[in-house]
């Protein structure tokens, strides 16, 4: 998963458990009693309800940590969902008690569980919670002898609800939107920071990397020049010479096992590290791929057909040398086996 969103996801959970313990510490305070008169007169009925909510929140807290230190974990979703849920239902209770019950205007604080929603789950998550409160307060509000509702007053906070779900909906789908297209960017700018541009392969500095990843282990490296590629720039073009390149740089990655690793390090110059392999088997490799690179490649309805020269270098587990050591090697084994050719 891309970085950017994992440190998105880590915001709203940690954001989301430092708001719900804010609620845990005021509604505790008020069930203690600590507020004064007003809180220490509570009738059973609203205490039943503040232990109820403080327990809904420490639960979506733990939730909330679960996912902020596995954001990248296979329940994050369903988690996340659990705690809309948990924030839907406290809110409702707090609008429903304040609202029916204290006589006060209590049903705007419903837009805080429409734009949790949203944050969360974007505009489906958003239209969903307004959906759950609007009737959720149009049933409460019914069921309550008295309850302290204007004229207008119920038809105005679904509307404004409404209005509220799809503008911070909208807005959370263009943000992930935005996010996916800088991560793609992102990608891209990674790919042809340690990609040929022609070939696609590995370029020199992506296999430094890859071959500090080997640092211990056994490892067989072959170097490839191709023979007869300046004549095909010579007598063909440089456009049909890059098509050239490109399908040899096709063989030489569908032709190696699995964890070998195959770049381009310049002009017709290719390299191919194989861990774990010995002389032989690095021999064996090398003989399949110049087979398959000798095989004529059909370009614009003429073939091209090039060879190759390799060199092969190996170093044993344990061995410091390092992947210059073994390139500078392989590269002198492959000029040998140039000058071979040649006779």
């Known amino acids: 998963m891309e970085p950017s969103v994992l440190r998105k996801r880590r915001t709203l959970e940690a954001a989301a458990f430092v708001a719900r313990g804010v609620g845990l510490v005021c509604t505790l305070i008020f069930v203690l009693g600590a507020l004064g008169p007003a809180s220490q007169h509570v009738p059973p009925t609203l205490r039943t309800s503040c232990i109820l909510g403080l327990f809904l929140m420490a639960c979506g807290n733990v939730l909330a940590a679960i996912n902020y230190r596995r954001p990248d974990g296979p329940r994050y979703s369903t988690y996340s969902v659990i705690q809309v849920g948990v924030d839907t239902s406290t ?6 008690w304040a609202q029916g019950y204290n006589e006060q205007t209590a049903w705007p ?3 805080i569980a429409i734009v949790v929603g949203a944050y969360r789950h974007r505009l489906a998550g958003s239209l969903v919670v307004w959906a759950v409160t609007s009737a959720g307060f149009a049933a409460s ?10 004229h207008g007053e119920l038809p105005t906070a679904v509307i404004i609800g409404l209005i509220v779900a799809v503008l911070s909906g909208i807005q959370g789908e263009a943000f992930a939107r935005q996010v996916k297209e800088l991560d793609l960017a992102r990608q891209a700018m990674q790919h042809q920071a340690h990609h040929d541009h022609l070939t696609g392969l590995p370029n020199r500095d992506q296999v430094d990397q890859y071959a500090e990843t080997q640092r211990g ?3 067989a490296v072959l170097v490839l020049d ?3 590629f300046k ?3 010579d007598t063909r073009g440089h456009a049909v010479g890059d098509r050239l390149l490109q399908e040899i740089g096709h063989r030489l990655s569908g032709g190696l ?4 690793l195959a770049g381009r390090i310049g002009g017709d110059e290719f390299i191919v590290l194989m861990p774990g392999a010995d002389e032989h088997t690095a021999g064996e490799l090398a003989a399949r791929l110049r087979e398959e690179i000798r095989r004529p490649v059909e370009i614009d309805g003429a073939p091209v057909a ?10 044993p587990a344990g061995s410091a040398r390092s992947l210059d050591d073994l390139t500078r090697e392989a590269d002198t084994a492959m000029y040998e086996d140039k000058a071979y050719a040649r006779r």
Do not use: H, K, Y
């Open 91 to 96: 809110v409702m209770g707090i609008v429903v």
């Open 109 to 111: 604080l419903l837009i």
């Open 141 to 150: 509000m019914g069921l309550i002898p008295q309850p302290s509702l204007r």
């Open 217 to 219: 282990r056994s490892l």
């Open 226 to 228: 191709l023979n007869g």
């Open 231 to 233: 004549e095909v720039n």
């Open 257 to 260: 096992r699995e964890g070998d």
């Open 306 to 315: 090039v060879g190759t020269s390799i060199g092969i270098a190996c170093r």
